[in-house]
Nanobody, 127 residues
Framework: QVQLVESGGGLVQAGGSLRVSCAAS????????MGWFRQAPGKEREFVSA????????GYADSVKGRFTISRDNAKNTVYLQMNSLKPEDTAVYYC????????????????????WGQGTQVTVSS
């Protein structure tokens, strides 16, 4: 069992940057693949980025590739999403998710692939 708490959301102007964090409880954080998803009003939850247990493998949605960077600090039980060159269409609630996947280079890129979810943090990008 792992509990996830996101933080760092807020209001930023287009072109700006923001870093959201996801802190996990428990001593087995390093055995989980972690993902970031987002959901805008009236839209389905969509994949943003993911990272494997060690941080050696990462993936991104085409819409954020080159602008967002995912990273993790297993000593701090935290995964980060650095968001640069933000656009109004990035406005959404951002959720982190966890999937037990020790010693795997892979990570799920769909929501059903994850077992645990945080409560989300709002990111609003003004034009």
């Amino acid at each position: 069992q792992v509990q996830l708490v996101e933080s760092g959301g807020g209001l930023v102007q287009a072109g700006g940057s923001l870093r959201v964090s996801c802190a996990a409880s428990g001593r087995t954080f390093s055995s989980y693949a972690m993902g970031w998803f987002r959901q805008a009003p009236g839209k389905e939850r969509e994949f943003v980025s993911a990272i494997n247990w060690s941080g050696g493998s990462t993936g991104y949605a085409d819409s954020v590739k080159g602008r967002f960077t995912i990273s993790r600090d297993n000593a701090k039980n935290t995964v980060y999403l650095q968001m640069n060159s933000l656009k109004p269409e990035d406005t959404a609630v951002y959720y982190c998710a966890a999937k037990r996947a020790y010693y795997s280079r892979s990570y799920p890129t769909d929501a059903p692939g994850y077992d645990y979810w945080g409560q989300g943090t709002q990111v609003t990008v003004s034009s």
